[in-house]
């Protein structure tokens, strides 16, 4: 049979709005972020939906 695992929107969302954000506050012509604090709220979130869309699901049994 073939792999049956779903693709879940959410985590790719947040991916692609997290990291535009994150991208937006970047500044390169000094190479700092323009709001730091907001920033780094956004890296952290970035990092969380980049692990939840790799993770497995432990549940779920090996074939």
Excluded: C, H, R, W
Aim: hydrophobic share 45%; glycine share 4%.
């Amino acid at each position: 049979m073939g792999n049956n695992k779903k693709t879940n929107i959410i985590p790719i969302l947040l991916v692609f709005t997290l990291g535009m954000a994150t991208f937006n506050q970047f500044d390169f012509e000094k190479f700092e972020f323009e709001k730091p604090v907001l920033s780094i709220v956004y890296i952290i979130g970035f990092a969380l939906s980049i692990y939840l869309l790799v993770k497995k699901d432990k549940n779920q049994p090996k074939e």
